[in-house]
């Protein structure tokens, strides 16, 4: 069972925008633990999407946005492309910076 | 550009220890933590442990005393063990460089591990 909730699966249109939410408790999501959002797509090396919640690391596109409140995070993306299609998980790590936890994964459908 | 490349047997028995090989190329080492993580068949990812500039370790409760991470900095490489293997330890495997923050911003593309008798 994961530390962190997310839905198991998504669908959306191309051009659309969708929103995956992430939940944890406070000990996940304290004030100062910081989120990651990760896409995997088959055969290829994970990315990371969103880093301190709400941070794009340099060539990630602007389709991409985070935010955190409170116990929940959520990564959105916009303006839907069939290339979106993939698994995307959240992290973030435990109130003594012991370990990293997942999110269970959100299997992304667009069609 | 930092590149991860990934090594190690992809094919066990059960009781045998896994032995995977991280290198760094493009990039330092010794500057940031390095992470493990896996994702089973059909399941999500787990995180397995990691290690810090000074080397020391922490590691998934659930496998803590099955697993040793360690670097050799002058080969630049990152290694896991991961001891008394079973079927469910089966998956693919990744190494990852960990940002301050935890968020793991360089990953390796991964080794199939089998455990199968």
């Known amino acids: 069972q994961s530390a962190l909730t997310q839905p198991a699966s998504l669908s959306a249109s191309p051009g659309q925008a969708i929103t995956i939410y992430c939940s944890g408790t406070s000990t996940d999501f304290g004030t100062s633990k910081f989120v990651s959002w990760y896409r995997l797509h088959p055969d290829k090396a994970p990315q990371l999407l969103i880093y301190e919640d709400s941070e794009r690391p340099s060539g990630i596109s602007g389709r991409f946005s985070g935010s955190k409140s409170g116990n929940t995070a959520s990564l959105t993306i916009s303006g839907l492309q069939v290339d979106d299609e993939a698994d995307y998980y959240c992290s973030s790590y435990t109130s003594n910076n012991a370990f990293m936890v997942f999110g269970g994964g959100t299997k992304l459908t667009v069609l | 550009q930092v590149q991860l490349n990934q090594g190690g047997t992809g094919l066990l028995k059960p009781s045998e220890t896994l032995s995977l090989t991280c290198g760094v190329s493009g990039g330092s080492l010794s500057a940031y933590y390095w992470a493990w993580i896996r994702q089973p068949p059909g399941r999500g990812l787990e995180w397995i442990g990691h290690?810090?500039?000074?080397?020391?370790?922490n590691s998934n409760p659930s496998l803590k005393s099955r697993v040793i991470i360690s670097v050799d900095p002058s080969k630049k490489q990152v290694f896991l063990k991961v001891g008394l293997m079973t079927a469910a330890d089966t998956g693919l495997y990744y190494c990852?460089?960990?940002?301050?923050?935890?968020?793991?911003?360089?990953w390796g593309k991964g080794t199939t591990v089998t455990v199968s008798s």
């Open positions: 990852a460089r960990v940002l301050g923050t935890y968020s793991m911003d360089v």
């Open positions: 290690i810090d500039q000074g080397g020391s370790t």
